[in-house]
């Protein structure tokens, strides 16, 4: 599921998935960027990315980030 809502000049955007999961620690491979990239792509707006993660149980991602009046990010 995808969900984005906004309160009091925040935003949050949750991507939840009851697929595989992984290992969050020493999560970050070689050969693959996909968590490094979201990170550096929340710093670049200033947001706070989270992740977690359980083997069997699936993964949420979270970014919290300031937004205008109309939920847009600033």
Avoid: C, H, K
């Avoid at 697929?19 to 968590?35: A, D, K, M």
């Avoid at 550096?40 to 009046?69: F, H």
């Amino acid at each position: 599921s995808v969900t984005w809502t906004v309160a009091d000049g925040f935003g949050r955007l949750t991507v939840t998935d009851d697929g595989r999961g992984f290992e969050t620690r020493g999560s970050v491979r070689e050969n693959s960027y996909g968590l490094v990239g979201m990170r550096e792509r929340a710093d670049a707006i200033g947001a706070q990315l989270a992740i977690s993660s359980t083997p069997g149980a699936g993964t949420t991602i979270t970014v919290n980030t300031v937004t205008d009046r109309q939920g847009a990010t600033t």
